[in-house]
């Protein structure tokens, strides 16, 4: 009996010694488990403006929902920027499409705390007549130009183009300001001789609503002439918050390709694209989104490139106005994988 007692003892002992073995083991492979899933891809809260910055990514958010992606995305789409920028701020938002000078301004703003990935959008304005021919940009002498974004991008676009051409923004030229560019269609109605810079996609369904309409620049073309290739009219990018990128680099990488994809497929199936874009509510009709996608610079461009052609955009930007950009420009850290 002493004997049995004994073995029972040693046993339960031996018994008892392996269970914290057993737990840790389990815990190491359920750890390994779990680095290895978050490898593969994890959640990502994704906002997009509605417009042309958001239109690269229709067909990622279409993959998503299918299952089809590295990461799953949580996507929110909104027309105000300053929504966005909440949402950065507070933590909402881990990856978003915005403007490149928004980008900058939130740089300085949360000094440092978010980083630009890549640029998806180049120029989306044109300059639009209603009927009249314009040989050259200098031509626009005693016109008047209809334009949204006072005190924005639009505006330092136009007048660096203007300037660009011997023309005197404040003197050469009239420049009515509307406050948004819902009100542009309506402008021919009572000045049918004015002329009007209009971004995509409110350009294209001018031209499909006005018989005669013509497209007479493109300014990121008349940008790139004027800066001599000094800087490249990038208008739109997506960007990170810093802390989610410390937390979690696999996912944005996986982002980065499985964003790259979605720009891809926006690029060769333009009807597709325009499908999703008015099944998401990005532009209301997928006729006018098959027409105005080709014009609105959709582009990938990472790394060192987008340094340099960005870099040279915002310095534009900043001289025109410090405050387009938050006042100063961002370092060198603000351009991921540069």
Known sequence: MKKVTAFLSALLALTLAAAPCVSAAESAVSEADSVAEEAA????????LSGPTGIGAMNLWEASENGETQNTYNVTMTGANDEVVAA?????????AI??????????????????LAVNTLGVLSILSNGEDIAS??????????APGQGANPEYILRYVLSGNGLDPDKDVTIEFVSEGSELPGVWQTAPDALIMAPQPVATSILMQNEGAKKVFDMTEEWNAVSGGE????????????????????????FLADYKASIEAAQSDVEGTAALCEKYGLIPKAALAQKAIPE?????????????????????????????VGGALPADDFYYGA
């Not at 000078?101 to 980083?115: C, P, R, V």
Request: glycine share 12%.
């Open 99 to 116: 403007a490149t000078n928004l980008a900058s301004t939130l740089y300085n703003k949360t000094e440092g705390g978010i980083s630009v």
């Open 41 to 48: 891809g994890g959640d990502v809260n994704l906002y997009v």
């Open 231 to 254: 800087s490249t009219l990038m208008m739109g990018c997506v960007v990170v918050r810093n802390a989610f990128l410390e937390e979690h680099p696999d996912a944005v990488e996986a």
């Open 137 to 146: 940009v200098g031509d626009l002498a005693g016109k008047t130009i209809y």
């Open 88 to 96: 950065l701020s507070n933590g909402d938002a881990d990856i978003a």
């Open 296 to 324: 609105c610079g959709i582009t990938y461009v990472d790394g060192a490139d987008m340094k340099e052609q960005l870099s040279g955009y915002l310095n534009v930007m900043f001289e025109a106005n410090p405050k387009s």
